[in-house]
Each structure stands twice: as structure tokens, then as C-alpha cells.
């Protein structure tokens, strides 16, 4: 790949930190304006919950979502060059120490803006689905402290007028009696859960990420190659791939999933202590896996075939910032954004051969058709004279 220059290299990456900071502030704004109210029910069950602390405080989510993950992909980076024994030309010259640094430099850069845009996201998404649905929490009526003397003052739904009526009414927030406008407004956050949203984008990111530093991946079967072929060249297939593969170490598998069980941990302590409903985590939950997953692989190789080896390459000269018009003629296709035709073809640097036919296995295979096949086909379809 042909690099950028160094200016537009630097501008266009620095435009994706923009991107990133401006929707974590646009998320944190929306987090502190007052949302929508929805109108509730004085006698409904669901709100009636008492007010408790937060079990996972907003300052260690924080932590445990953004700046540990930072941290363990900083230090695993610079573990796994430090590790590396280099061989070959590039043992123990500067050149080489510089490649290395420079390697660890683009992981740990990667890395991190692939988290941080997954966290920026998740956190504007969720602050404005909070402002835009208003849903009242569990131990909302706690927070609220509502004038239960002037109920028929704050009506605005059911059938209703106060309390005795047979049918409930509903009523609005201006009942509320609550000084603090801060916690009332918390009051009515309730979907989807925020804590459970940002943790578990932060938490999925990390995961896939270990699994693709450690080239984690459950073994598997390439059928289209084991069904190919004499039953004699089918089973060497078999034995060669089992021979090949083995499942990876359990404790590398524990430790890559055990962001998942804190993801779960967080989202398991917004139900115990009141703050969300089951459907709120849930929702809270999908939000972050979605975006954490979604992050990671536009960063990112996917982690079955990584190898070891995480980011993408560096932005190539059409693809950074104010890049000219044109392409240019020394650029593979793939880097002038001409999409190819996604088969072998692409690869030959001679004349096409005569066919491309699957032979039944669905996978092309290059080569003329064999003179029994093509005896067949004109068999089957004679040609018009």
C-alpha cells in the first residue's frame, strides 16, 4: 500500500479524533439537559422502588470501560514487540528498532481510536434515546416526592381524578416536589441503561481485540476443500487439518472473556439497586455490543483470520485528507477504490484461461474444461447449423 503523504496522513486521522471527541460531547450535552417526562401512574408498582446509591459508580465505569482497556492494549502491544525475538536483516539494527516502534505506535493508535469511537457512539446514542423516551425509573417515585394532596391539579390521562378513582390516573412531573432538578431529571432515564450501554461497548471491544492479539479461534473445518476430490485425497484432508489444528489454551479464552463477565456484572447491578428494569439492560446491552463490535472491525482485522496481526493498514494517498482527483495508474485497484472481480482472476497476470467452472464444490477453479466435460456439453447442447 501506497502511503500518504505525511501531512494528509497526520490531518486525516487527526480529523477522526475530531469525529470522536465531537460526538462524546455531543453525548455528554445531551446527558445533562432535561429530557422528556413521561406522564406515570401515582399507584403503579413499577416506580414505586426506594432510592439507592449506585452498586458500580459513573466514575468506574468510566475506568473500567475506557481507560483499562487503553491501558492493556498499550501494554500488550509493547509486551508482545518486546517478546518478539526479530531475525533476519533487521536483528538488533536501528532500522529495524524503528520499524518496531513504529508498528507499536500504529497498533496501540488503532486500538485506541477503534475503542474510543465505539464509546463516543454508544454514549451520544444512548443519551439521546434517554431524552427522546423520558421512561421513569424504578425508584422514580422516590426521587420525585410527589404533592399527593393536589393530584387533580397534575392530571393529564386515565379516567381517573385522584387516587380513590377506580382507574388510576396519570399524571406529569410537575407534581414532583424534588429541589434537586438534577435527580428528578435522572428520575426519568431510564431506557435504555447507560451504564450497561458504555461498559459493554468498552468490554466487547477489549474482548475482540484479545482474541485477536492471541489469535484465539475455535478450530473448524473447511468443507469445500475436505468434500473435494477422491474419497483417498478427501480423508489426507481430514487428517491433515486435524493434525493442524488443536483448540486454543483455556486460559488465554478466560482471559479474553473476562470483559464479558464484568460487562455482565455492570449490567446485572443497575437491576439490584433500582435504576433500570430488565428491558432497559437488555436494550443498553445491544446498543453497546452493536457499536463495540462495529468499531472494532472498522479498525481492525477480523480476529479468526488475524494471526496476530490487528489494524488495518495506514490510509493510502486517495483516501487521505484532500486527496487529488484521479488515480493513479501505479495503484492496485483495491487502492484506487475500484471494486474488483472478486475472484482468482484478479490475480493472474496472464490471459484468462478459457473457463472458470466450480466443478460441483461451489469454488471456482481455473483451467480449460476437460475434453470428456466438453464432449458432454456438446452432447447436451448441439450446436445450430
Keep these: 500500500m501506497v502511503m500518504a503523504r505525511p501531512v494528509r496522513f497526520v490531518v486525516s486521522y487527526l480529523l477522526d479524533w475530531v469525529v470522536v471527541i465531537c460526538f462524546a460531547a455531543a453525548g455528554g450535552v445531551l446527558t445533562y439537559i432535561s429530557g422528556f417526562h413521561r406522564p406515570f401512574s401515582l399507584t403503579n ?26 491501558a492493556m ?22 532500522a529495524g528498532l524503528r520499524d518496531v516502534i513504529l508498528a507499536v505506535a500504529w497498533e496501540t493508535h488503532a486500538g485506541w481510536l477503534g475503542l474510543c469511537t465505539g464509546l463516543a ?4 446514542v444512548t443519551a439521546g434515546l434517554k431524552d427522546m423516551v423520558g421512561k421513569p425509573r424504578p425508584d422514580m417515585l422516590a426521587r420525585c416526592q410527589p404533592d399527593l394532596a393536589n393530584v387533580n391539579r397534575y392530571v393529564v390521562g386515565g379516567f381517573g381524578m385522584n387516587l380513590d378513582s377506580e382507574a388510576p390516573p396519570f ?27 458504555f461498559n459493554s461497548a468498552g468490554m466487547v471491544y477489549l474482548t475482540l481485540w484479545l482474541y485477536a492479539r492471541w489469535s484465539i479461534a475455535i478450530p473448524f473445518l473447511d468443507y469445500s476443500m475436505a468434500y473435494r476430490g477422491t474419497t483417498q485425497t478427501r480423508k489426507h484432508t481430514m487428517v491433515k487439518a486435524q493434525a493442524g489444528k488443536a483448540a486454543p489454551p483455556l486460559w488465554q479464552v478466560a482471559l479474553a472473556f473476562t470483559p464479558i463477565f464484568v460487562a455482565l456484572f455492570v449490567c446485572a447491578s443497575r437491576y439490584a439497586d433500582f435504576h433500570h428494569a430488565g428491558f432497559d439492560i437488555i436494550a443498553g446491552a445491544a446498543i453497546g455490543t452493536v457499536f463495540g463490535w462495529a468499531s472494532f472491525r472498522l479498525y481492525h482485522l477480523p480476529f479468526r483470520r488475524s494471526k496476530g496481526l490487528l489494524a488495518w493498514g495506514p490510509r493510502a494517498e486517495q483516501h487521505a485528507f484532500l486527496a487529488r482527483s484521479g488515480y493513479d495508474d501505479n495503484l492496485s485497484d483495491e487502492e484506487q477504490g ?13 490471459k484468462p484461461p478459457a473457463r472458470v467452472h466450480t466443478g460441483g464444490s461451489h469454488q471456482p477453479i481455473l483451467g480449460n474444461l476437460s475434453e470428456e466435460s466438453q ?10 447449423v
Design 338 to 350: 475500484r471494486q474488483s472481480m472478486g475472484t482468482e482472476l484478479d490475480h493472474l497476470t496472464t
Design 375 to 384: 464432449r458432454e456439453k456438446t452432447a447436451c447442447y448441439p450446436q445450430r
Design 171 to 197: 399524571v406529569t412531573s410537575a407534581i414532583c416536589q424534588q429541589s434537586d432538578a438534577r435527580i428528578l431529571d435522572d428520575g426519568f432515564a431510564a431506557f435504555p441503561s447507560g451504564h450497561s450501554s
Design 45 to 70: 408498582d413499577d416506580f414505586a422502588y426506594p432510592l439507592k446509591d449506585n452498586i458500580v459508580s459513573l466514575p468506574v465505569v468510566v475506568i473500567i470501560s475506557l481507560v483499562a482497556p487503553a
Design 121 to 124: 457512539v454508544t454514549l451520544f
Design 73 to 94: 492494549i498499550a501494554v500488550a502491544n509493547l509486551s508482545a514487540a518486546v517478546l518478539t525475538k526479530p531475525s533476519g536483516p533487521q536483528r538488533a539494527t536501528r
